[in-house]
């Protein structure tokens, strides 16, 4: 299975800030990344597809580049409600893999 | 809208069974792809297993391999796992995920609240 792993884990940074979330693969995976966004006691939402691809209703502050086995998701200016969880998923093999999160928390 | 709703989660004992469920709404149901994803109590997300829109195909992660069974009635715009052999690791909050697309490999562009399952004597 394709291992995929996040760095950091834990993220402090402040209202303002630029944010930069790195995602790495065991093994390329060309292009077929996506990134996740989930607050505590909900389910996980749909940020970034294909790598790089905005989903709809996504402000545009979201940002995702890479392919092969190193990716990043980046947040130009961070706001309040982007205190949360996020997590990269590989969709390349059958089994579709998570990182493990990164939580970013108030400085 | 889409709508996914999971139901059928509970306390069960060690080596028990349960079935989940996830009604779908919104959506051509047999066009997509779905998938079951659980979370562990405060850990993160894993993938259990994804079936095809018509139905023909499965794949499982091999933590639930011979254990867990998912299906889909697309008559009934609804999605199961069947779950046996039931560990005190497979206790987690279980969410229904829609693919974006009919084939097996996915991202998930909507999930439902989820359901929770406890494993515990």
């Not at chain 1, 939402?45 to 092969?68: N, Q």
């Not at chain 2, 709404?25 to 095809?52: D, H």
């Amino acid at each position: 299975d394709i291992q995929m792993t996040q760095s950091p884990s834990t993220l402090s940074a402040s209202v303002g800030d630029r944010v930069t979330i790195t995602c790495r693969a065991s093994q390329s995976i060309s292009s077929w990344l996506a990134w996740y966004q989930q607050k505590p006691g909900k389910a996980p939402k749909l940020l970034i597809y294909k790598a790089s691809s905005l989903e709809s209703g996504v402000p545009s502050r979201f940002s995702g580049s890479g392919s092969g086995t190193e990716f990043t998701l980046t947040i130009s200016s961070l706001q309040p409600d982007d205190f949360a969880t996020y997590y990269c998923q590989q969709y390349f093999s059958y089994s579709e893999t998570f990182g493990q999160g990164t939580k970013v928390e108030i400085k | 809208e889409v709508q996914l709703v999971e139901s059928g989660g509970g306390l069960v004992q060690p080596g028990g069974s349960l079935r989940l469920s996830c009604a779908a709404s919104g959506f051509i149901f047999s066009n997509y792809a779905m998938s079951w994803v659980r979370q562990a109590p405060g850990k993160g997300l894993e993938w259990v297993s994804v079936i095809s829109g018509s139905g023909s195909s499965t794949y499982y992660a091999d933590s639930v391999k011979g254990r867990f069974t998912i299906s889909r009635d697309n008559f009934k715009n609804t999605l199961y796992l069947q779950m046996n052999s039931l560990r005190a690791e497979d206790t987690a909050v279980y969410y229904c995920a829609k693919g974006w697309f009919g084939n097996l490999l996915i991202y998930f562009d909507y999930w439902g609240q989820g359901t929770l399952v406890t494993v515990s004597s």
